[in-house]
């Protein structure tokens, strides 16, 4: 049997996966809200073996009838990725960067919530809760962990520290999957407040980009006392007029600048070209069968994200270097893949469908923006300035994409420095005030 801590509570649970990924099912502890170890991950063999069949026995279609990716993955892209999956890719290599890692778990809300929590060696660091998106799990953080809870051996000074807690969002990896409704983003808002209680934090910041930046945007319309701060790489800002406008594929309105000109443009184009995922998990979830059957298909699938980080994933499949790398991308594949939770993890669009993934969400903290230039969208500062009152930091970068934390660490890891150093001031100087008084 595999050590993998259990995801799910009770054997019933775990009984019910198509596809398990074994484990050993540990003694479930008197206070089911504790924090307990999680135990290493350790696939067997034979599950990756089955993989490695399965990706060998894709039934292909005839390939797109044009000559760029307007059809949607291409052919040649995702063959290439499959013969690298089947031969030359290594699980272990992830496996064991995800067991050198401190790992937890913890009920909320009879949920098992799986996080990583690494503190820094540092004084004065300051806690930091950082939410993954979809496609997506934890890997898409654990390039920026080093930097950012041990700053000096990264360039940066120890008063940048940060503790760091990644949790894996319910449904998705490690965590437990929801048995009903109601595991929207605003209840993920209120579970990440309660996990960081529970590792003792009083005062926290809170770092996210897809999913992960509408978690902390409702955390920062939430406001809870303990919560100084957000930084965000896919900030809701756009005017409620505005977004309606985009989604309707109406002219861009009259009078606006250049930059929310480009903005609004971009964000029409996502619209019409780029989320035909987002409606068919908001609506139908639960009809993803193939993808959650298929190898082939669930990778297809999760490139599809959006054009510009389609561009920039499927080149590595091409012979190039720039940012991703062909494992990066299978490692985040193939945790879904072994641990089933194609279709748990697509039901949070349902849980959301309607409510709106960009606009502005009246956040009333301090808030950090960094804006990535292959992002959706270049978020304009006028329009940043409208939605987030207590805007505490913006910056516009020469390159990055929508993944920013696994494409490029290091300037992610500079910005969430940048972002939350203003805070972090006003923190300790007012805790060494009251130790004064």
Request: glycine content about 8%; hydrophobic content about 40%; aromatic content about 10%.
């Amino acid at each position: 049997m595999a050590q993998i801590n259990a995801t799910q509570s009770g054997i019933e649970q775990a009984a019910d996966r198509v596809r398990p990924v074994h484990r050993s099912i540990p003694e479930q502890p008197a206070d089911k809200t504790a924090i307990r170890p999680f135990r290493a991950v350790n696939v067997p063999e034979n599950e990756l073996a089955e993989l490695r069949r399965r990706i060998n026995a894709t039934k292909w279609p005839e390939r797109e009838t044009v000559a760029d990716a307007s059809q949607g993955v291409q052919l040649a892209t995702i063959q290439a990725l499959a013969r690298y999956w089947a031969t030359d890719y290594d699980w272990r290599k992830i496996e064991a960067k995800l067991n050198a890692l401190p790992q937890f778990i913890t009920e909320i809300d009879g949920l098992d919530i799986h996080f990583i929590h690494v503190r820094s060696k540092h004084e004065n660091a300051l806690p930091m809760i950082v939410t993954h998106g979809w496609p997506g799990s934890i890997i898409e953080q654990m390039k920026i962990i080093g930097p950012l809870t041990d700053p000096t051996a990264h360039g940066g000074k120890a008063q940048d520290a940060f503790d760091v807690v990644v949790p894996s969002m319910p449904g998705y990896g490690f965590s437990g999957k929801p048995a009903g409704p109601g595991w929207d983003p605003a209840h993920i808002a209120r579970a990440w407040l309660e996990l960081m209680k529970r590792l003792g934090y009083t005062k926290f910041v809170a770092q996210g980009g897809d999913w992960g930046a509408i978690i902390v945007d409702l955390m920062g319309v939430q406001a809870p006392p303990e919560l100084l701060g957000i930084h965000t790489n896919m900030p809701g800002i756009f005017p409620a007029d505005i977004d309606a406008a985009a989604f309707s594929g109406a002219p861009a309105p009259s009078g606006l600048l250049a930059d929310e000109k480009l903005a609004y443009d971009r964000l029409q184009f996502v619209y019409q070209k780029g989320i035909a995922y987002g409606f068919q998990m908001g609506l139908r979830p639960q009809t993803l069968y193939g993808v959650a059957d298929s190898p082939v298909g669930l990778a297809a699938y999760f490139l599809d994200h959006d054009a510009r980080s389609y561009e920039l994933i499927s080149r590595v499949f091409q012979g190039k270097t720039e940012g991703l790398t062909r494992d990066d991308i299978l490692d985040n594949i193939t945790i879904t893949w072994l641990t089933n939770t194609a279709i748990s993890g697509a039901r949070l669009y349902w849980e959301y469908f309607g409510k709106g993934y960009f606009n502005a969400k009246g956040v009333s903290i301090p808030v950090a923006v960094s804006v990535f230039p292959d992002e959706l969208y270049p978020a304009p500062r006028s329009w940043a300035e409208r939605a987030y009152p207590k805007l505490i930091y913006f910056n516009k970068l020469d390159k990055g994409g929508h993944f920013a934390a696994w494409e490029q660490p290091k300037l992610f890891s500079e910005e969430v420095r940048a972002g939350f150093r203003s805070l972090r001031v006003g923190l300790f100087k007012k805790e060494e005030e009251m130790r004064h008084d």
